[in-house]
């Protein structure tokens, strides 16, 4: 299989969020233009921004505010994710009808492999051109497209020219091409990896494959021993099939709440929520969890988590809250409101209807409690999160009005899932 | 010529195996519009704004682009 010549394609949709707003209004081409979060939600940071706005050196991720201070006029679109999600989903399936191997890398990005399709539709740059020239007559969108024999040369491909362009990488060229790049264009290799590279003064991605293997082993352990293998043109590894789902390794909600959480019956009613999410996602996947971690960001910023692992796996929501209120109370004073809290579950194990029972609690309590919590689930999936709520949730709509479960988007995954 | 994206009613036949063809499309004031034949249709991005199925339907002598996005429908209209 490693010796099959292989092509494949990384699809990029440019400034996705802003391009689809852009899509969607042109006028909004015409000026400086970012897409950013509800900033009465507190939500308030740039998600996108168009390329009238990019030569005020707004950056993704930085607040409304300060963009507006580089940029008086910019015009903010408010981030309309069901539209986002919409859009990205009908452009995957035109990269579906080439092959059934796509791999997601966000919602904007996504890996074709494409070398068994190539008598049908013809080589790598065909099909780039095509699949590049309908998202463009169909969805009125532009995107960047790298095709090179693996996937690290093609991400680097499509990142290497933007946007509305076709960049191709083949076995014959990527010393030429790629080896004049920074580093750290090279996929995994992030801020700090650059940093202590550049202390090896290696600079870019010809200094790292000409290094020696056994320097950067024993420098950067295993990581370096991959990029390098990276930088050498060497990386194998499968798009994954459309129908392959990676097992998770933690499940979890975290909430920027709309006002400060200042006391610990506010936070209860906002973990109440984000434990039940929790256990409601565990319990659909069949899953169980040994370590409760609570996620807790104050108003200065600063972030910190704090975890317990209990002996019997665990998905319900009591027991997650019960865990977690215990958490908060041991690691947090409420000198600094708390501005996001969020609650996650790892250690996961298969649910299995045999295993080992406490001596020491009730056991049929809790297997009642258990059923009660799938009933509700029921009743909230026939109709409507908001039918059936704890009596809690009355005392601040505020803190209690959010579905984290039925709001819940999956990021981008690791590029390597799962341990070197 | 400027176009104008204008959402519109249209009264559509679903025919069993759940394909949608426009008939007539009602204005704003009310007025009906009979869609005399629909000269082609295929997935399109619009030129105002917004993509779907495009329907080039030609109602009476002229020849317009009636949009389907995601769940109604829009037309390149030559008046705001």
């Not at chain 1, 013809?122 to 024999?149: C, K």
């Not at chain 1, 565990?282 to 807790?296: H, Y």
Request: hydrophobic residues 35%; contains cysteine; glycine residues 6%.
């Amino acid at each position: 299989m490693e010796n099959k010549s292989r092509t494949i394609l990384h699809i990029d949709i440019n400034h996705c969020y802003a391009q689809i707003e852009e899509m969607l209004c042109p006028p909004l081409r015409e000026v400086p233009m970012a897409v950013g979060g509800d900033e009465s939600q507190r939500h308030g940071i740039i998600l996108a921004k168009n390329i009238k706005a990019k030569p005020y050196g707004i950056l993704t991720g930085e607040p409304i505010r300060s963009a507006l201070k580089k940029c008086p006029e910019l015009q903010i679109v408010q981030a309309n994710m069901q539209n986002y999600l919409y859009y990205t989903s009908k452009i995957k399936e035109i990269y579906h009808e080439y092959t059934d191997r796509v791999e997601d890398f966000g919602l904007d990005e996504a890996w074709l492999d494409v070398s068994d399709s190539l008598n049908v539709f013809g080589d790598g740059l065909t099909i780039a051109q095509e699949i590049q020239r309908r998202v463009l007559h169909e969805y009125g969108l532009t995107v960047s497209i790298g095709v090179s024999f693996n996937k690290v040369f093609a991400k680097l491909g499509s990142d290497y020219k933007k946007p509305n362009a076709i960049t191709e990488i083949t076995k014959d060229n990527f010393q030429d091409f790629a080896w004049s790049m920074p580093v750290d264009d090279l996929l995994m290799v992030g801020r700090s990896t650059a940093k202590k590279l550049a202390l090896m003064n290696i600079k870019t991605i010809g200094d790292l494959a000409n290094s020696s293997v056994t320097t950067l082993k024993n420098k950067l352990g295993k990581m370096g021993v991959l990029i390098w293998s990276y930088a050498n043109g060497m990386e194998t590894s499968e798009v994954t099939l459309e129908t392959f789902e990676l097992p998770p390794k933690s499940i979890g909600n975290s909430w920027t709440t709309p006002k400060d959480i200042t006391n610990t019956s506010e936070a209860k009613i906002v973990l109440e929520r984000l434990s039940n999410s929790v256990a409601c996602r565990l319990r659909e996947k069949q899953l169980m969890g040994k370590v409760i971690t609570l996620s807790v960001r104050d108003t200065n910023l600063h972030r910190f988590t704090h975890q317990r692992k209990v002996e019997v796996a665990l998905d319900t929501c009591n027991e997650i809250l019960s865990i977690i209120m215990e958490l908060l109370g041991e690691s947090y004073d409420f000198v600094l409101p708390i501005r996001s809290i969020g609650v996650h579950v790892s250690g996961l194990v298969k649910t299995n209807t045999h295993y080992q029972l406490s001596l020491f609690e009730d056991t049929i309590a809790k297997a009642k409690s258990r059923k009660v919590e799938i009933v509700l689930e029921d009743i909230r999936q026939k109709y409507g999160f908001y039918s059936v709520s704890q009596a809690s949730a009355l005392v601040d709509k505020n803190l209690s009005h959010v579905d984290p479960k039925g709001s819940h988007t999956t990021h981008p995954v690791g590029f390597l899932k799962g341990s070197l | 010529m400027k176009f104008f994206k204008k959402y519109i009613k249209v009264i559509t036949v679903c025919d069993e195996y759940g394909s949608l063809t426009p008939v007539y499309i009602i204005w704003h004031n009310g007025e009906k519009y009979k869609i005399d034949r629909i000269l082609e249709v295929r997935k399109a991005a619009s030129k105002v704004g917004g993509c779907g199925i495009l329907y080039r339907c030609r109602i009476g002598k002229n020849e317009r682009n009636l949009f389907y996005e995601i769940n109604r429908w829009f037309i390149e209209s030559t008046t705001p």
